[in-house]
């Protein structure tokens, strides 16, 4: 069984900065895409950045330039750098990723359980 869980979330000022970090456990063949969302109440998750497995990286237009998502694949890691925070940032924040798992090399899509980001005075 594959598990996402992720770390780092919490309260901080605007202007502050957060780093999230996402690990990936379990029975991993191969890691393809990994990303970050993002949720507030009563809205749709949405997308806020997606790394394909080196290939390219795609950023919300409302975070580029102040988040950076990196990767580290020995430890099957994400993380995402968050700077110039802003009250609007406000959301719970899940990391999902495409994993394979056995030898079909049938890649399966899992998320975190999600941490809390409050961006407030």
């Known amino acids: 069984q594959v598990q996402l869980v992720e770390s780092g979330g919490g309260l901080v000022q605007p202007g502050g900065s957060l780093r999230l970090s996402c690990v990936a456990s379990g029975s991993i063949s191969r890691i393809n895409a990994m990303g970050w969302y993002r949720q507030t109440p009563g809205k749709l998750r949405d997308l806020v950045v997606l790394d394909t497995a080196g290939t390219s990286i795609t950023y919300a237009d409302s975070v580029k330039g102040r988040f950076t998502i990196s990767r580290d694949n020995a430890k099957n890691t994400i993380y995402l750098q968050m700077n110039s925070l802003k009250p609007e940032d406000t959301a719970v924040y899940y990391c999902?990723?495409?994993?394979?798992?056995?030898?079909?090399?049938?890649?399966?899509?899992?998320w975190g359980q999600g941490t809390q980001v409050t961006v407030s005075s």
């Open positions: 999902n990723a495409d994993i394979i798992t056995g030898d079909d090399g049938i890649a399966y899509n899992y």
